[in-house]
């Protein structure tokens, strides 16, 4: 489906819907690969199907347990190391937690966030008031201490965008009417919803967790008013100069901030994903395809899905037309930090990190010092990336935040003898020339897309977050990918329509998250086990509440154990199951076994997860409650609008539409969460 059939389907109802589709739409014209590549692929492929390739070869791709633990061996024999009883699947209107455990509202959709902010408004917002607001649709949650029991802190929040439908009364979706209901009014209040929160938080009198209005460092970051600093092999460029900005060096905010991270400073690092959904042209064909005839860039405009009309900013801020802006898309795509505690400080986008749908950013320190951080560029057949700082981790902050400016992005290269090999993309070196268009390193940065197609990374089904652990760990998450077809399937992606993504695991070489070299398996693929066609493989032991699809975030509690949440968009009906948080054994017998925690309301994706206090807190985001996939919903089955929503979480007041919040869950003894 292009943008056209999106907006058009009947089936898609909804802004979170079409977004989801969007995600959807590939961009990389450029999936064939060398005959030699296919060749080794296809008989790497058959060999692991007929059973040909030794035990030791099939459990590198596969990992061991998964593919050979027989249920008997596993049962009696291996204990969860998570202690907690398993939550019911299902979906309906509320959130649901474990036995044993609070989950409490913590931060709602316009909540004031400083001592002297409005009230929310809901039938009367202004950009004004959404400024001193918690702004819409949390994504990433990231958490930094300010006390060392870790009782009060500041809460990191980025915001992804907005659902007009169920954000404004009456105005109805509109890429559909052709924006036709927007105005500058509604645009500023969007664009003052979008960016991320600092709020301070503390547990009160009653051991809740709770909001310090009066926070000195509680601020909001927007696209509509927070100036940011440029920086990195790419700042100052041409392509990066804009008429508002003839330096190249300066941009104001950042959006569609998905996934993040927090760097071992304490800063906080937000991701930009989907920002070609923010630009405009006016340029259309008779198809009511964008004409990028009239585009210097056009070839790299194709390849980021540049410009995709979702938003109508560029109707009213000149900077989100490319027709008459050029320049100002290349400014965003980055990876952002900011630091919580000085309010004053600007922000700054770190160039060195590349350009692309960044998922998230989180870092790890390698065993040599160095700052690494993994990222996925989250599309259909895009990549995964990891950087490595040039200098080290010190207990100096203002050296440490050059780490982000000065260091090597590296793409995903995954061999189907189960070696992922981390390739350079530094300008000069293999393909990265003059001749094929990167004069210089900037170039290779704001193309990282042409780049790492240049390069022959391996096209993936749609990377989301990527979590590092200390011991040289990662794991990626793959979401889904229905569009891949049987003879593009290779050993890291082995499924061809894959509806429910699967999670892969990266050993690094020594354990030495900045080698070049590690080597990879798959630790689970997603899906209903019951269903041969489906293909999924999950530990044996795994229960029918347990298993899931379309992994996205993740995190480590403070035990170094993986938590995986979902996001299955507005395919849930196909799994019956609303998205939610669970616990995934990586080690043991119980190796790719999983256990459901939290379940979101209705039509709700769960981001989040963060852990803080030890282990003792953890964060939730649900994110869009009420819209994804409500046609599904059994008495509903119709899309949600501002006054007609399949669910008022988490209000439930009938004058109010759902409401993206964060949600904080403890234990009810006091205890580390599943110990
Ligand atoms: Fe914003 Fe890839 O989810
Ligand atoms: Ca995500």
Not at 16 to 21: K, L, N, P, R, Y
Not at 376 to 384: H, I, K, L, S, V
Request: charge should be negative; charged fraction near 25%.
């Amino acid at each position: 489906m292009d943008r056209k059939h999106i907006i058009d389907d009947p089936e898609i109802g909804n802004k979170a819907e079409a977004f989801e589709a969007f995600d959807d739409i590939p961009t990389h014209e450029n999936l064939s690969r060398t005959i030699g590549d296919v060749i080794n692929a296809r008989y790497g492929r058959r060999d692991v199907l007929r059973g040909m390739l030794g035990v030791s070869a099939s459990a590198a791709l596969f990992g061991g347990s998964t593919l050979v633990a027989p249920k008997a061996a596993a049962a009696g024999t291996a204990a969860s190391r998570y202690d907690f009883q398993e939550l019911t699947w299902g979906n309906d209107e509320t959130h649901h937690v474990a036995e044993g455990y609070d989950a409490d509202i913590l931060l709602r959709w316009g909540d004031p966030i400083t001592a002297d902010a409005p009230e929310f408004d809901v039938m009367n917002q202004t950009a004004a008031a959404q400024l001193k607001q918690f702004g819409y649709n949390n994504d990433y949650v990231g958490f930094t201490p300010l006390n060392a029991e870790g009782t009060r802190g500041l809460l990191c929040v980025n915001h992804e965008y907005t659902n007009e439908e169920v954000m404004f009364p009456g105005l109805g979706r509109q890429d559909r009417a052709g924006f036709e209901g927007m105005t500058q009014e509604l645009v500023e209040i969007e664009m003052a919803a979008h960016g991320g929160s600092v709020v301070e938080i503390a547990r009160d009198a009653n051991g809740k967790w709770a909001v310090v209005r009066d926070g000195a460092m509680n601020r909001r970051v927007t696209p509509l008013n927070t100036e940011m600093t440029i920086d990195g092999p790419a700042a100052g460029h041409p392509r990066m100069q804009t008429s508002a900005d003839p330096s190249g060096t300066t941009v104001i905010g950042t959006i569609n901030n998905c996934a993040g991270g927090m760097t071992p400073w304490g800063t906080w690092l937000m991701a930009e994903e989907n920002f070609h959904g923010y630009f405009w042209t006016d340029a259309v064909t008779d198809e009511g395809k964008a004409d990028l005839s009239g585009q210097a860039e056009a070839k790299q405009m194709k390849r980021y899905g540049v410009p995709g009309r979702w938003y109508a900013w560029g109707k009213y801020f000149d900077r989100f037309n490319i027709d008459k802006e050029p320049n100002e898309v290349n400014r965003f795509g980055w990876v952002v930090e900011v630091d919580p505690r000085d309010p004053s400080a600007k922000p700054v986008k770190h160039t060195a990190l590349g350009r692309f749908r960044h998922e998230g950013a989180e870092t790890t320190v390698s065993k040599s010092g160095h700052l690494v951080v993994y990222m996925g560029d989250d599309a259909r057949f895009d990549y995964q990336y990891k950087y490595v700082s040039t200098g080290t981790v010190s207990d100096d902050p203002a050296m440490n935040s050059k780490l982000l400016s000065d260091g090597i992005l590296y793409v995903a290269r995954f061999d189907e003898d189960g070696t992922v090999s981390w390739l350079p993309l530094v300008h000069g070196t293999g393909p990265l020339t003059a001749e094929n268009g990167f004069s210089s390193q900037a170039d290779v940065l704001i193309d990282t897309r042409l780049a790492a197609d240049a390069l022959g990374a391996t096209p993936m089904d749609r990377p989301e977050d990527a979590q590092p652990r200390g011991d040289g760990t990662a794991y990626i998450m793959l979401t889904n990918n229905s569009k891949r077809k049987e003879d593009q399937t290779d050993a890291a992606n082995p499924r061809a329509k894959s509806n429910f993504g699967h999670i892969i695991e990266i050993k690094e070489q020594d354990g030495d998250h900045a080698a070049a070299q590690g080597s990879w398996s798959i630790l689970v693929k997603c899906g209903d086990p019951a269903v041969a066609e489906v293909g999924a493989q999950w530990n044996p032991e795994t229960s029918e509440s347990g298993w899931f699809g379309s992994p996205d975030n993740c995190a480590f509690d403070a035990d170094g154990r993986l938590w995986v949440s979902t996001d299955q968009g507005s395919k849930w009906g196909k799994t019956g199951k609303s998205d939610g948080l669970y616990a995934v054994e990586t080690e043991g017998a119980l190796r790719g076994h999983s256990k459901l925690f939290f379940r979101c309301p209705v039509g709700g994706e769960l981001c989040g997860p963060y852990f803080a206090e030890g282990g003792k807190t953890l964060f939730l985001a649900v994110q869009h409650p009420g819209t994804d996939g409500t046609k599904a919903l059994k008495g509903f089955e119709r899309s949600s609008t501002f006054e007609d929503p399949a669910t008022r979480w988490p209000d439930f007041n009938p004058a109010m539409p759902p409401r993206p919040s964060v949600v904080v869950v403890t234990k009810k003894d006091g205890g580390k969460i599943a110990l």
